[in-house]
């Protein structure tokens, strides 16, 4: 009677007597946990960094440089556009504020 018997997994190549180490995948910097898109898709609630627990909105009216950090880094495709939205609406807000001013 012949036994069949399964080739077994071939060890992992070494290299120098020590075996390849797994490393982990990177986590992306920003997840999408740290923020929450309003209904309509125009706002953003931060809540990681400085600005945690505000909306975009406020956020970009008082620091302008906040949108193109969000817009630079590594943050999901969502809040970028949002960030691009909101930085628009800011210029638009300041002009206006601007316009009012100058009527005084």
Do not use: W
Not at 31 to 54: C, E, P, Q, W
Request: hydrophobic share 30%; proline share 10%.
């Amino acid at each position: 009677m012949a036994v069949h018997t399964t080739p077994s997994t071939p060890p992992p190549p070494s290299f120098g007597g020590f075996a390849p180490v797994k490393t982990p995948k990177p986590k992306p910097k920003y997840g999408k946990a740290r923020y929450k898109i309003s209904a309509d898709g125009t706002d953003a609630l931060i809540m990681f960094g400085k600005h945690r627990g505000n909306k975009l909105s406020d956020i970009a009216d008082k620091d302008a440089t906040y949108c193109d950090f969000i817009i630079r880094e590594e943050f999901p495709a969502d809040l970028k556009d949002v960030a691009r939205h909101q930085k628009r609406e800011s210029r638009e807000r300041a002009k206006k504020i601007k316009l009012f001013e100058d009527e005084d």
